[in-house]
């Protein structure tokens, strides 16, 4: 008989999902930190919602298919889909009406928590990332929304950035709004075409643009995206009203009033920027980063918005008739990451653990002890966790960049001492156990 194959595993990732290591993962926490010291003080109160959702309170379902796909990933509990939070504002609005009597008006929460997206993965674009979202559902004061622009300014900048490294964009949903009225165009799908042509003018231009804002667009690979089908002369109405550099509606004019209030000034005007095309209904802001980095492939590359926002006041209307004008911003913080740990090196305090090598099995208790002293003056300290010769042991404790080995064989015990080898100079010291933890703390100061 001939022995049945048996299939391994495959050690590779989905496409868009990714390991993230230490050091990643502390500068993480250290952006986290300082969300949180600005939510505080600004008053937003801290949320957590489930990963999972029944898919049509999020809102993202064709009901012309079976399954629900469109950009979420989703299975089926008995007889209702169920999927992974697209985003942390759909979650929100349910949470708010749930809630509705209870939360104060207006109610300002942040969320920090992972999202999911079945979409193409791009550079730092992944289908499961971090967000973070603050918002206040309750107002329509558009101090609100100036307010947050405000507020993740200071975040940036708390994070590392200087004002020149990063823009504020801001425009109006009212705006395209106006424009179509204008133009007497009034077909639902039309419109949204013609919102997702204009949402690609940075990357196709306006020549690209006004191609799908007509019969279409046929890009390099031969794919052809058919167009919104407006008229020669709607097109240009809309291009030169786009154009125009000076904010005209009521809300942005009210924004902008505000922003001077607060001598804030890192933003600039853009009536192009369009952002979620299904809900947004006033005032839209955008978070772009200024500066180059350099992508898997090691090409330089602009790198963009790492998030945006604006005003949804009809969101949790979508679960019944509730009085609940909202405004909110979301920033993706694996792309911020991603973006930071280029431009900036950052001193993240990565605790690297002594190693207390083993010679003998039955040493064990005296081992125990030293790592005890150590442990109890807060140094990071590890007994060899294997079975190694010293060799071994001392590749080992190089691997994971420890700054110090403790050499403590039979010789050392019986005269009182050991030997500790500081990894970075390789210099070795005959000292007292008592002596220890100043002798470390020392080497590991100068490494810092």
């Known amino acids: ?24 993962l502390l500068v993480r926490d250290f952006i986290i930190s300082n969300i ?9 109160q801290y949320l957590e919602t489930p990963s999972f959702e029944y ?3 999020i809102g993202k379902f064709l009901p012309d298919k079976e399954r629900p796909d469109e950009g979420v990933f989703s299975f089926k509990d008995e007889n209702k889909w169920l999927s992974l939070r697209y985003d942390l504002t759909a979650p929100l609005a349910r ?11 207006p109610f300002k929460r942040y969320q920090l928590g992972t999202v999911w997206r079945n979409e193409k993965p791009g550079p730092g674009r992944f289908r499961e990332f971090l967000q973070f979202d603050a918002d206040y559902v309750g107002t329509k004061s558009l101090q609100a929304d100036a307010e947050l622009c405000v507020m993740i300014s200071e975040i940036l900048e708390k994070c590392g950035l200087m004002k020149s490294e990063y ?8 705006i395209t709004e106006e424009l179509f009225k204008k133009l007497n165009i009034s077909d639902s799908q039309q419109k949204l075409t013609a919102l997702r042509a204009l949402d690609k003018i940075d990357r196709l231009g306006w020549d690209g643009v006004k191609e799908l804002l007509g019969k279409g667009r046929k ?8 167009g919104a089908n407006l008229k020669l002369e709607d097109i240009k109405t809309i291009e030169e009203t786009l154009k125009k550099n000076s904010p005209e509606t009521e809300d942005l004019v009210e924004i902008l009033k505000t922003f001077k209030d607060y001598n804030f000034n890192n933003f600039e005007f853009d009536p192009t920027i369009i952002r979620g095309l299904e809900y947004y209904t006033g005032a839209i802001f955008e978070v772009n980063l200024k500066f180059d980095v350099t992508n898997n492939k090691g090409q330089v590359i602009q790198f963009g918005s790492i998030g945006g926002g604006g005003r949804y006041d009809n969101l ?7 009085d609940a004008p909202a405004t909110g911003i979301s920033i993706g913080l694996d792309r911020l990451v991603y973006a930071l740990m280029q431009k900036k090196e950052f001193k993240v305090k990565q605790s690297k653990p002594v190693v207390i090598c083993v010679f003998d099995k039955n040493l064990m208790k ?34 994971i960049k420890s700054p110090a080995v403790i050499l403590y064989g039979e010789n050392e015990m019986k005269s009182g001492k050991l030997i500790l080898r500081n990894l970075s100079s390789g210099e070795e010291k005959l000292i007292e156990i008592r002596e220890i933890v100043n002798e470390i703390k020392k080497i590991i100061r100068s490494n810092n």
Do not use: C, H, W
């Open 95 to 105: 949470y708010v009406a749930k809630n509705y009597l209870e939360i104060p008006k």
């Open 1 to 24: 008989m001939t022995k049945e194959k048996k299939n391994k595993p495959s050690k590779d990732l989905p496409l868009g999902f990714v390991d993230r290591q230490e050091k990643e």
């Open 219 to 226: 890009d390099k690979s031969g794919d052809f995206t058919k």
């Open 55 to 57: 898919s049509d309170s």
């Open 167 to 174: 823009t504020i964009k801001i425009s109006s949903r009212k």
């Open 36 to 44: 949180k010291e600005v939510m505080i003080k600004y008053g937003f």
């Open 316 to 322: 949790v209307n979508n679960f019944g008739n509730y």
């Open 366 to 399: 005296d081992y125990i002890n030293v790592q005890t002293i150590l442990r109890k003056a807060g140094v990071s300290t590890e007994i060899y966790p294997g079975e190694s010769k010293l060799k071994k042991q001392m590749e080992y404790a190089d691997k």
